[in-house]
């Protein structure tokens, strides 16, 4: 199974709100501590707030925070409102699920319960989990220099 970068990128956002729980990162901050594209950012940062993970303020003293606490952000969850497609074969796609075997196929059963124990997985893993290192999160994934100003 492969994520998208969308949901790499929703998945790095949270981790560096979690790492620094007392500020008020903007997405050009954020952008620039992973070298990603401001633009894409804010659209995944846009999502994740409409999924209920991140508050967004605007105006002086604005940027964004967590919704909720990392303790109660599972991965499982937010892979699944990330990713819309999580359909890992053409056959099972509830639309267009055209298959000449699939009345005989077994693959479709294996691959629905490799994908059941991936997410099964990361239901077992809150954001939390992923930011227990946090000061080697600031140092060596976040860089810990400041924001650039008027952002």
């Known amino acids: ?26 997405i050009a901050g954020i952008a620039a501590g992973y070298g990603i594209s401001r633009n894409h ?22 940027g964004l925070a967590l919704a909720r606490r990392a303790e109660d952000i599972v991965l499982g969850e937010v892979i699944r409102h990330t990713e ?5 074969v053409p056959c099972f796609d509830p639309v267009n699920a055209a298959c000449a075997i699939s009345s005989a196929c077994r693959l ?3 691959l629905h319960q490799a994908q059941a124990a991936f997410l099964q997985v990361l239901d077992g893993y809150t954001l939390a989990d ?3 290192n946090r000061g080697a999160l600031a140092e060596a994934l976040l860089r810990t220099q400041p924001e650039p100003a008027g952002n």
């Open 41 to 62: 950012l804010m659209k995944v940062v846009h999502e994740l707030g409409r999924g209920g993970y991140v508050e967004t303020l605007r105006g002086k003293g604005g």
């Open 1 to 26: 199974m492969r994520l998208t970068v969308y949901t790499d990128y929703a998945l790095r956002v949270l981790m560096y709100l979690a790492v620094r729980p007392t500020e008020r990162p903007t």
């Open 84 to 88: 819309p497609d999580l359909a890992l």
């Open 108 to 110: 479709r059963g294996a």
């Open 130 to 132: 992923l930011v227990e």
